[in-house]
């Protein structure tokens, strides 16, 4: 007996300098990369071996982030690997960016991003966070690693405020295999600051362009001396909308409580309010007078074709939830992430079709219609994790179950008016006082009831050999909807029920001299719940993904890039109806092809600099039904490009000092489905400028001055959905911020 407890003390010693020394190769170049996460209390039973093991302080743990918090995993594995380490490509856009720019959209952070198309519907329409990622449309956008639900095909759809985030990580290319339905571009997941012990609070003011009015509080630390840690974040803003006749206004609060219950498990307790009283516009204009010449006169940014009477968008919505992160020991782990959400939406607006305008003398003819949307839903995510050792290699072996469902109500009316002076509104002569809403009747009325049930199971591996990571996963979902549309007690119900197996492999190899290419290849699944003009279902849209890249960190940290070549090809692919603009049609296939280089530069302990380039060439390759092959969607330029560059000064007089600024180009993209026609391209300039002030006053240590302007040289530049609804990009805006901490 005891020759053989001094051989188990022995292999157990064996297995513990395996890891330091795999854990020393790491730290040369590769990051921990342990995954610290659990799929739920029911697959507890089949790893009883877990729950046997006795708790080892949660310090030890190779994967506890000290910058974003222990319940932190990388978008793009649910783990704590590195982006640069990932063989995929990632972004990563942090607080400080976020705050030098002053962004106040997902939207606006995501301008500098390779291979990201942002703002497809102007500048105007903020009450959405629309982007394409490598070309395809991301309609829906996680938050701390949840879905951000939404009632398809309507308006209905949270935002999150850049004021609660701590990075925004914006993933490339196909991830199913890890969040299910998932358009093959890509996705972006918004991290949200969390609970820290450390004491700390930020008051800011802003004001700017536009009358903008800002306030907003961000206060984090320790309760005294218990096991919890609180996080307080709280925003009021106000603000003109770009059009006429038309305010932004947002009412938010974030609290959040961490609760170390023990050393080993971590309890996160989550809440997020958000009321939009005011959210701008909700409408698009003819190409005519915009960027095509009309002999009638021009449009401007600031046109509104709506009227003042008649132009109501209020939404609020909450999100509650919870983390549980337990440390079985050293090499087990158990996450679950759960949030609830309960929302809703009015909307009073006017909208036009491509037959009623008349181009030759200006009139636009408005259809008058509402909606009244509310959603509730629930998403859950319960992650298993452990780290295996065999000889030289580590196995990061994560299993995971998810859930989500949502049930949505939507009722949507059209009305007429007997004052016919409304249907005579002239575009280039705008008047947006004609509604006499007393003088409104019912013409149409729909309800619709939506819900949504899926569930996905799912299975990865991730090895790290020496310098070698490898990672391959595979999940199965099966989702389910049901629509139930009644129009005058006629109902008609669609059903959608599919099965799908996702899966991804990759490989990255990260050599001595900071080099690390790298090759993979991925899945996605896209479920499409309605149907199409003539009341057929829609397929369910898969895609897949090859891609090969080139990543390099120099030993010195002084600058990094990454070049990444894909390839993507999505089958029944929805997109714009060209003759029916209130339905989608299903193609047969897309190509996206292209490569995106950027690089990043510390040149010196003062300057820094960041440019990227993307080259995209997206084509409708198989067709036989709408005529469309060999066309490129809208929303996708062939060319972007950015560079953007800070020069902080040190000593002398102006000692404190920040300039920063940046260029961004969009080359040109097509008018309309059937591409007749160019939208320009355009190029813009932004700038900013930060002091600290305890520079100027000892009596000023904490408070920061930031000035910031956006498209500097006001230049006009364009989007469109086809010639009868465009819009334009945001205009010229100028921000004051000041931020004090203590």
Same mark, same amino acid.
């Given at each position: 007996?005891v020759?053989?407890?001094?051989? /188990?003390?022995? $292999?157990?010693?064996?297995? #513990?300098? !395996? %890891?330091?020394?795999?854990?020393?190769? =790491?730290s040369k170049?590769?990051?921990?990369?342990?995954?610290?996460?659990?799929?739920?209390?029911?697959?507890?039973?089949?790893?009883?071996?877990?729950?046997?093991?006795?708790?080892?302080?949660?310090?030890?743990?190779?994967d506890?982030?000290?910058?974003?918090?222990?319940?932190?995993?990388?978008?793009?594995t649910?783990?704590?690997?590195e982006?640069?380490d990932t063989?995929?490509?990632?972004?990563?856009?942090?607080?400080?960016t976020?705050?030098?720019?002053?962004?106040?959209?997902?939207?606006?952070?995501?301008?500098?991003?390779p291979?990201?198309?942002?703002?497809?519907?102007?500048?105007a329409?903020?009450?959405?966070?629309t982007?394409?990622?490598?070309?395809?449309?991301?309609?829906?956008?996680?938050?701390?690693?949840?879905?951000? /639900?939404?009632? $398809?095909?309507?308006n209905? #759809?949270? !935002? %999150?405020?850049?004021?609660?985030?701590? =990075?925004?990580?914006?993933?490339k290319?196909p991830?199913?295999?890890?969040?299910?339905?998932?358009?093959?571009?890509?996705?972006?997941?918004?991290?949200?600051?969390?609970?820290?012990?450390?004491?700390?609070?930020?008051?800011?003011?802003a004001?700017?362009?536009?009358?903008?009015?800002?306030?907003?509080?961000?206060?984090?630390?320790?309760?005294?001396?218990?096991?919890?840690?609180y996080?307080?974040?709280?925003?009021l803003?106000?603000?003109?909308?770009?059009?006429?006749?038309?305010?932004?206004?947002?009412?938010?609060?974030?609290?959040?409580?961490?609760?170390?219950?023990?050393?080993n498990?971590?309890?996160?307790?989550?809440l997020?309010y958000?009321?939009?009283?005011?959210?701008?516009?909700?409408?698009?204009?003819?190409?005519?007078?915009?960027?095509?010449?009309?002999?009638?006169?021009?449009?401007?940014?600031?046109t509104?074709?709506?009227?003042?009477?008649?132009?109501?968008?209020?939404?609020?919505?909450?999100?509650?939830?919870?983390?549980?992160?337990?440390?079985?020991?050293?090499?087990?782990?158990?996450?679950?992430?759960?949030?609830?959400?309960?929302?809703s939406?009015?909307?009073?607006?006017?909208?036009?079709?491509?037959?009623?305008f008349?181009?030759?003398?200006?009139?636009?003819?408005?259809?008058?219609?509402?909606?009244?949307?509310?959603?509730?839903?629930?998403?859950?995510?319960?992650?298993?994790?452990?780290?295996?050792?065999?000889?030289?290699?580590?196995?990061?072996v994560l299993?995971?179950?998810?859930?989500q469902?949502?049930?949505?109500?939507?009722?949507?009316?059209?009305?007429?008016?007997?004052?016919?002076?409304f249907?005579?509104?002239n575009?280039?002569?705008?008047?947006?006082?004609?509604l006499?809403?007393?003088?409104?009747?019912?013409?149409?009325?729909?309800?619709?009831?939506?819900?949504?049930?899926?569930?996905?199971?799912?299975?990865?591996?991730?090895?790290?050999?020496?310098?070698?990571?490898?990672i391959?996963?595979?999940?199965?979902?099966?989702?389910?909807?049901?629509?139930?549309?009644?129009v005058?007690?006629?109902v008609?119900v669609?059903?959608?029920?599919?099965?799908?197996?996702?899966?991804?492999?990759?490989?990255?190899?990260?050599?001595?001299n900071?080099?690390?290419?790298?090759?993979?290849?991925?899945t996605?699944?896209e479920?499409?719940?309605?149907?199409?003009a003539?009341?057929?279902?829609?397929?369910?849209?898969?895609?897949?993904?090859?891609?090969v890249g080139?990543?390099?960190?120099?030993?010195?940290?002084?600058?990094r890039?990454?070049?990444?070549?894909f390839?993507i090809?999505?089958?029944?692919?929805?997109v714009?109806?060209?003759?029916?603009?209130?339905?989608?049609?299903?193609?047969?296939?897309?190509?996206?092809?292209?490569?995106?280089?950027?690089g990043?530069?510390?040149?010196?302990?003062?300057?820094?600099?960041?440019a990227?380039?993307?080259?995209?060439?997206?084509?409708?390759?198989?067709?036989?039904?709408?005529?469309?092959?060999?066309k490129?969607p809208?929303?996708?330029?062939?060319?972007?490009?950015?560079?953007?560059?800070?020069?902080?000064?040190?000593?002398?007089?102006?000692?404190?000092?920040?300039l920063?600024g940046?260029?961004?180009?969009?080359?040109?993209?097509?008018?309309?489905?059937?591409?007749?026609?160019?939208?320009p391209?355009?190029?813009?300039?932004?700038?900013?400028?930060?002091?600290?002030?305890?520079?100027?006053?000892d009596?000023?240590t904490?408070?920061?001055?930031?000035?910031?302007?956006?498209?500097?040289f006001?230049?006009?530049?364009?989007?469109?959905?086809n010639s009868?609804n465009?819009?334009?990009?945001?205009?010229?805006?100028?921000?004051?911020?000041?931020?004090?901490?203590?």
């Open positions: 007996m020759v053989m407890k001094q051989e /188990q003390m022995k $292999q157990e010693q064996m297995k #513990q300098e !395996q %890891i330091k020394h795999i854990q020393t190769i =790491q170049r590769l990051k921990p990369t342990t995954l610290v996460t659990a799929i739920g209390l029911s697959l507890f039973s089949i790893c009883p071996m877990a729950a046997e093991n006795t708790p080892s302080d949660s310090s030890d743990s190779p506890t982030m000290e910058v974003i918090g222990q319940m932190y995993r990388n978008t793009a649910k783990t704590a690997l982006p640069e063989p995929q490509s990632i972004s990563v856009i942090d607080q400080e976020l705050s030098e720019r002053g962004v106040k959209s997902l939207n606006q952070t995501l301008r500098y991003s291979g990201v198309t942002t703002e497809v519907r102007g500048g329409v903020t009450m959405y966070d982007f394409n990622i490598r070309g395809f449309d991301a309609p829906q956008s996680y938050y701390d690693g949840l879905l951000l /639900q939404y009632l $398809q095909g309507w209905l #759809q949270p !935002q %999150i405020d850049p004021t609660a985030l701590e =990075q925004v990580e914006v993933f290319g991830t199913s295999v890890l969040y299910g339905a998932m358009p093959p571009g890509g996705m972006v997941n918004m991290i949200a600051k969390s609970p820290e012990p450390a004491p700390g609070t930020q008051v800011n003011v004001t700017g362009s536009r009358r903008l009015r800002e306030v907003s509080l961000d206060s984090t630390g320790q309760i005294s001396d218990s096991r919890l840690a996080r307080l974040i709280a925003l803003r106000k603000q003109d909308s770009q059009v006429d006749d038309s305010e932004e206004e947002r009412q938010m609060i974030a609290p959040s409580l961490d609760w170390q219950v023990t050393d498990t971590l309890i996160n307790f989550n997020y958000q009321h939009d009283p005011d959210m701008g516009i909700n409408s698009a204009m003819p190409a005519s007078g915009m960027f095509q010449a009309n002999a009638n006169g021009s449009t401007s940014p600031s509104f074709v709506g009227d003042k009477n008649w132009n109501h968008l209020e939404r609020e919505f909450v999100l509650a939830g919870y983390k549980v992160n337990h440390t079985f020991n050293q090499h087990w782990s158990f996450l679950q992430n759960l949030r609830y959400m309960d929302a939406l009015k909307q009073r607006n006017t909208y036009h079709l491509a037959s009623s008349d181009e030759s003398t200006g009139t636009l003819a408005r259809n008058i219609y509402s909606t009244d949307e509310n959603s509730y839903g629930l998403v859950v995510d319960n992650q298993l994790s452990g780290l295996i050792v065999t000889d030289s290699a580590m196995h990061s299993l995971g179950l998810d859930y469902r949502l049930d949505g109500d939507s009722g949507y009316q059209e009305y007429a008016t007997s004052d016919t002076s249907y005579q509104f575009l280039f002569q705008p008047n947006n006082n004609l006499d809403t007393s003088t409104l009747s019912s013409v149409y009325a729909q309800k619709s009831h939506i819900s949504i049930r899926q569930t996905g199971l799912y299975a990865q591996d991730q090895v790290q050999w020496d310098q070698l990571v490898l391959a996963g595979g999940r199965f979902d099966h989702y389910e909807s049901t629509t139930t549309t009644d005058s007690s006629s008609t669609t059903d959608a029920d599919h099965h799908n197996f996702s899966y991804r492999v990759g490989s990255l190899y990260a050599f001595d900071g080099l690390s290419p790298y090759i993979s290849y991925a996605s699944f479920p499409s719940a309605g149907t199409n003539s009341g057929e279902s829609f397929k369910p849209q898969k895609g897949n993904q090859i891609e080139l990543k390099y960190e120099d030993p010195d940290m002084d600058w890039g990454t070049l990444a070549l390839r090809n999505k089958k029944d692919v929805l714009a109806d060209p003759d029916n603009t209130n339905y989608k049609i299903q193609l047969g296939e897309i190509r996206s092809q292209g490569a995106e280089v950027s990043q530069w510390m040149l010196s302990d003062q300057w820094d600099i960041a990227n380039y993307t080259y995209l060439d997206m084509e409708i390759t198989k067709d036989s039904e709408n005529d469309l092959e060999g490129t809208v929303w996708v330029p062939k060319h972007r490009a950015n560079v953007s560059a800070n020069y902080h000064i040190h000593t002398g007089a102006l000692a404190g000092t920040r920063g940046g260029i961004r180009y969009v080359g040109t993209m097509q008018i309309d489905a059937e591409n007749t026609g160019k939208v391209d355009y190029t813009l300039a932004d700038v900013s400028i930060g002091y600290d002030l305890k520079h100027m006053s009596t000023l904490g408070a920061k001055l930031t000035l910031s302007a956006t498209n500097v006001n230049k006009e530049y364009y989007s469109c959905y009868a465009c819009w334009y990009g945001a205009e010229r805006t100028v921000e004051m911020n000041v931020n004090y901490q203590f």
